[in-house]
């Protein structure tokens, strides 16, 4: 049977950028950079696919 978090890739976007605003909003807002490049690396596929525009 198949993933279905590889079927649905902005799923996986919208986890990340909510798990990161859960960290900037907590009582201690220290942002590491992993979280933040992990949460990026997730979206240039997309622009990828969008072609010459982006």
Same mark, same amino acid.
């Given at each position: 049977m198949a993933n279905f978090d590889d079927q649905m890739p902005l799923?996986?976007? %919208?986890e990340a950028f909510k798990d990161l605003a859960n960290t900037v909003? %907590?009582?201690?807002?220290? $942002?590491?950079l992993?979280? +933040?490049w992990y949460a990026c690396s997730l979206i %240039?596929?997309? +622009?990828?696919? $969008?072609?010459i525009a982006f």
């Open positions: 799923r996986k976007i %919208s909003n %907590s009582q201690n807002p220290d $942002l590491e992993a979280p +933040f %240039s596929p997309h +622009f990828a696919c $969008l072609g």
